[in-house]
Every structure is written in structure tokens, then in C-alpha cells.
């Protein structure tokens, strides 16, 4: 009898709570919901706020990737020099000459990892100024065109919803 009532009890809590989950989102059900979708990559490579950063950014670390390529260069050098003349060098020139390209060879390792560490820095700092402009415009067209949800990455998503083009003309605009 007691298992009688407890399942009775746990059917009648799971239609109250079944009706009142019908009763509920019903009318959500009977409005259409507009959504839109819109591809953050194409916001990142294809706006002129993103190409006016690639160009601030090419300028802004031109001297020191001229100088990485620079280290590069003496590295191939010494270490190409230093197989050549392998052959007919002593001992202790060998071990020296070799000491000074394995140290060349720490040197422009360590310049090539800041350099790539602070374009990546940089790159991400413009890429979140790019964005906060982009979620400005979005929310604004969400609003003014009611869009219910506005989404991103998605995995395929019908043309008819991306509004990438319309942030894009607002992004460039806005600039």
C-alpha cells in the first residue's frame, strides 16, 4: 500500500508538473522566435577596422621581425661556416666555434618566442576591440530588427539568418 501511494503521488507530481509545463510554455510555443546567426571569422578578416589592425600591427613589429630574420641569417651562417671549416679546425676552435652557434642558436629561439608572444598579444588586443564594436552593432540589430537570439560558430546554419553582411556594412561604417 505504501509503494501503492508514492507512486501515485509521483504520477500526480509529474502531470501537475506536465501540465503546468504545457500551460506555461504554450504561448512561448505560438509566437515565432527570430533568430540570426552571423560568422565571427568573417567579422575578424573581412572588416576595414580588421584590416586597418593588420597594417598597425605589420608596421608596429616590422623592425623586429627584420631583426629575428637578421638573427636567423647569422645563425645560418655561422653554422653553415662552421661545417665548412669543420674538417681543418682544431679541438679547441671546433668546441668554441660550436659553443657560439649552439648560444646563436639560444638567442634567436628566445627572440623568435617573445616576438611571436607579443604579436599574439597585440593581435588578441585588437581582435577584442573589433569585437566590443561588433557586440555593440549586434545588440543594436538584434534590437531594431527583433531578433530573439543571435548566434556564432555554428555548424551550418541557413543564409537566410546570417546577417554577417549587415554587421560588416555597420562595423565599417562605424569605424
Known sequence: MKT??????????ASALGCFALGTFA???????RIAWLSPERIYNESKLATLATKKLQEEFAKREQTVKDLAQ??????D?????MPTLNEGE?????????????????????????????SNEERALIA??????????AETEGYDIVLQDAVWANPRIDITKKVLEELDKDK
Not at 74 to 79: F, G, H, I, T, V
Not at 97 to 111: G, I, N, P, S, W
Open 74 to 79: 647569422r645563425l645560418k651562417d655561422a653554422s
Open 94 to 122: 671546433r668546441t668554441k666555434r660550436q659553443r657560439e652557434v649552439v648560444e646563436l642558436d639560444k638567442e634567436f629561439q628566445r627572440r623568435q618566442r617573445e616576438f611571436r608572444e607579443d604579436v599574439n598579444q597585440r
Open 27 to 33: 504561448p512561448a510555443q505560438a509566437q515565432s522566435s
Open 4 to 13: 501503492a501511494s508514492a507512486t501515485l503521488g509521483k504520477f500526480v507530481a
Open 132 to 141: 566590443e564594436k561588433a557586440t555593440r552593432i549586434i545588440k543594436r540589430l
Open 81 to 85: 661556416k662552421l661545417e665548412k671549416d
